[in-house]
């Protein structure tokens, strides 16, 4: 990921700095996300202008953004703050090929705290408080369905959510994996004192993590 940082033209940006960057599962499309700019840049990792990433997509919002995420199809998921004092928080979906709003047939509200990412397959796996489950939506035109529903252990939290459909979880000073095909998790970490920041841990913290263990 560092290597590819290095080739972005922040010019795109408004010379602002980049806050966010997302990459899709497959790893041939990357967007980043400048706060100070209020600007989301879309580029093709494999296609490049000497050093340069080549611009795919650019446009402005209108709202401050919390997390994005990417798929591999260039669907774009936002997190944005509804109430601008960050109690609601609300997902929003664009198609960045089409130029297309997309809406969810359960289209839920959130407070203080949730986490999405696209998975493999393309589909849109989501989490929120205080609902505790995890929700997986596939596309289907302008709306996307929900497909399958699951409810988060008794005692567990969501800490994040990986392309692979895998959930980590926090629970009794501990961090697990949980996977949702099988609906089964092991322990990966443990600590003799609680662990105060877990919901800070992305991906990248979990996934550093564990090549270390």
Not at 40 to 48: P, Q, R, S, T
Not at 57 to 65: G, P
Not at 80 to 104: C, E, F, H, P, W
């Given at each position: 990921?560092?290597?590819?940082?290095?080739?972005?033209?922040?010019?795109?940006?408004?010379?602002?700095?980049?806050?966010?960057?997302?990459?899709?599962?497959?790893?041939?499309?990357?967007?980043?996300?400048?706060?100070?700019?209020?600007?989301?840049?879309?580029?093709?990792?494999?296609?490049?202008?000497?050093?340069?990433?080549?611009?795919?997509?650019?446009?402005?919002?209108?709202?401050?953004?919390?997390?994005?995420?990417v798929s591999?199809?260039?669907?774009?998921?936002?997190?944005?703050?509804?109430?601008?004092?960050?109690?609601?928080?609300?997902?929003?979906?664009?198609?960045?090929?089409?130029?297309?709003?997309?809406?969810?047939?359960?289209?839920?509200?959130?407070?203080?705290?949730?986490?999405?990412?696209?998975?493999?397959?393309?589909?849109?796996?989501?989490?929120?408080?205080?609902?505790?489950k995890i929700?997986?939506?596939?596309?289907?035109?302008?709306?996307?369905?929900?497909?399958?529903?699951?409810?988060?252990?008794?005692?567990?939290?969501?800490?994040?959510?990986?392309?692979?459909?895998?959930?980590?979880?926090?629970?009794?000073?501990?961090?697990?994996?949980?996977?949702?095909?099988?609906?089964?998790?092991?322990?990966?970490?443990?600590?003799?004192?609680?662990?105060?920041?877990?919901?800070?841990?992305?991906?990248?913290?979990?996934?550093?993590?564990?090549?270390?263990?």
């Amino acid at each position: 990921m560092n290597a590819v940082a290095t080739e972005i033209d922040i010019d795109q940006h408004n010379n602002k700095p980049i806050t966010m960057i997302t990459i899709s599962p497959d790893g041939k499309y990357l967007v980043t996300y400048s706060k100070d700019d209020q600007s989301i840049v879309g580029w093709n990792v494999e296609d490049k202008d000497e050093n340069l990433l080549k611009l795919y997509k650019k446009f402005k919002l209108s709202n401050k953004t919390d997390e994005i995420c990417v798929s591999n199809d260039k669907i774009l998921a936002r997190l944005y703050d509804m109430s601008n004092k960050g109690a609601i928080t609300k997902v929003r979906i664009y198609d960045m090929k089409n130029n297309q709003n997309i809406k969810l047939d359960l289209d839920l509200h959130y407070y203080n705290y949730c986490k999405f990412n696209f998975n493999s397959k393309g589909e849109l796996v989501l989490y929120g408080e205080p609902l505790d489950k995890i929700y997986a939506y596939s596309k289907n035109s302008s709306k996307w369905k929900c497909e399958r529903i699951y409810k988060i252990p008794n005692g567990f939290e969501a800490i994040n959510i990986s392309k692979d459909d895998k959930i980590f979880l926090y629970s009794d000073n501990s961090i697990y994996e949980w996977n949702l095909i099988t609906e089964k998790s092991i322990k990966i970490f443990n600590s003799d004192e609680k662990i105060c920041d877990y919901k800070v841990l992305n991906i990248s913290d979990i996934e550093l993590f564990l090549k270390s263990i």
